[in-house]
């Protein structure tokens, strides 16, 4: 639990000036260097029932974290202030269960997938203000279960859902609309088994973090596989039940290899 050590982390984000945030059951997120050292650490308000599972930085610097178990999105200013939150637990529009992770469209709309009944994504404007959903529990098209991660592709007004018991990555536009999936359940390159964290580099292309397989798995934006890495394991380069993926410009991918307790970090 001492600075740069982690408990069994799950989330990770980027920011604009390389530091790498991480999110793990001590109940904080972490502010480190992109070689691990750790520059300063936020508390969650409220840890008991629960942590984070995922987090964004938001293009002004604000941090918007995926507060599982307290049904809300919180939110932090770059120095850790606790500057407000949105959501509560139910199943009505603007109510979470579990939710999982944000991203943010271009035109400041907020996404936040979640789970545990409802199972769908959420949209909202900058201020928190619900604007509507789609998706619903199940295995049909259009129907999510256990949505874990989301990343938007700008160029391409794409919106890509970690599917992750379905073993499939859900492809939509902006407007919640759905244009297919790639991703099958299996072991083998193309297949999936629990994609529990995603990540975009500039290309389009898509990194998939594998909790099932302990990979990760680079996409084309067709939906072909390029490239696997990673394997079962304790040593370098091979992971234990890895949560999440963040990729910087120069396509290191920054991996949450939460079983080892660590972050791993890859050149794709």
């Given at each position: 639990?001492?600075?740069?050590?982690?408990?069994?982390?799950?989330?990770?984000?980027?920011?604009?000036?390389?530091?790498?945030?991480?999110v793990?059951?001590?109940?904080?997120?972490q502010?480190?260097?992109?070689?691990?050292?750790?520059?300063?650490?936020?508390?969650?308000?409220?840890?008991?029932?629960?942590?984070?599972?995922?987090?964004?930085?938001?293009?002004?610097?604000?941090?918007?974290?995926?507060?599982?178990?307290?049904?809300?999105?919180?939110?932090?200013?770059?120095?850790?202030?606790?500057?407000?939150?949105?959501?509560?637990?139910?199943?009505?529009?603007?109510c979470?269960?579990?939710?999982?992770?944000?991203?943010?469209?271009?035109?400041?709309?907020?996404?936040?997938?979640?789970?545990?009944g409802?199972?769908?994504?959420s949209?909202?404007?900058?201020e928190?203000?619900?604007?509507?959903?789609f998706?619903?529990?199940?295995?049909?098209?259009?129907?999510?279960?256990?949505?874990?991660?989301?990343?938007?592709?700008?160029?391409?007004?794409?919106?890509?859902v970690?599917?992750?018991?379905?073993?499939?990555?859900?492809?939509?536009?902006?407007?919640?609309?759905?244009?297919?999936y790639?991703?099958?359940?299996?072991?083998?390159?193309?297949?999936?088994?629990?994609?529990?964290?995603?990540?975009?580099?500039?290309?389009?292309?898509?990194?998939?973090?594998?909790?099932?397989?302990?990979?990760?798995?680079?996409?084309?934006?067709?939906?072909?596989?390029?490239?696997?890495?990673?394997?079962?394991?304790?040593?370098?380069?091979?992971?234990?039940?890895?949560?999440?993926?963040?990729?910087?410009?120069?396509?290191?991918?920054f991996?949450?290899?939460?079983?080892n307790?660590?972050?791993?970090?890859?050149?794709?």
């Open positions: 639990a001492g600075p740069g050590e982690f408990l069994y982390p799950r989330g990770i984000d980027l920011d604009a000036d390389g530091s790498v945030l991480v793990d059951k001590s109940g904080r997120i502010r480190l260097t992109g070689a691990g050292q750790c520059l300063g650490t936020i508390r969650l308000p409220q840890s008991e029932a629960g942590q984070p599972t995922g987090m964004s930085v938001h293009p002004d610097g604000r941090l918007f974290v995926a507060d599982t178990h307290y049904h809300r999105v919180a939110i932090f200013s770059r120095e850790g202030d606790a500057l407000g939150a949105f959501g509560r637990y139910g199943q009505e529009d603007g979470f269960i579990y939710p999982t992770d944000v991203a943010f469209a271009p035109d400041g709309r907020v996404f936040v997938s979640e789970y545990g409802n199972d769908r994504i949209v909202f404007t900058s928190g203000n619900f604007l509507f959903s998706g619903t529990a199940g295995a049909g098209m259009g129907q999510f279960s256990r949505p874990a991660a989301l990343c938007l592709d700008h160029a391409r007004g794409r919106l890509y970690a599917d992750a018991c379905n073993h499939r990555i859900a492809i939509y536009d902006l407007d919640g609309r759905l244009s297919g790639l991703g099958a359940a299996g072991c083998g390159p193309g297949q999936l088994r629990y994609p529990y964290g995603l990540s975009l580099l500039k290309d389009g292309s898509i990194v998939v973090c594998e909790f099932g397989n302990n990979r990760i798995q680079l996409f084309s934006p067709a939906g072909k596989s390029l490239a696997v890495y990673g394997r079962a394991g304790r040593q370098l380069g091979e992971l234990a039940n890895p949560w999440a993926v963040a990729v910087d410009a120069r396509r290191r991918a991996v949450v290899d939460a079983g307790n660590r972050i791993q970090v890859w050149q794709l």
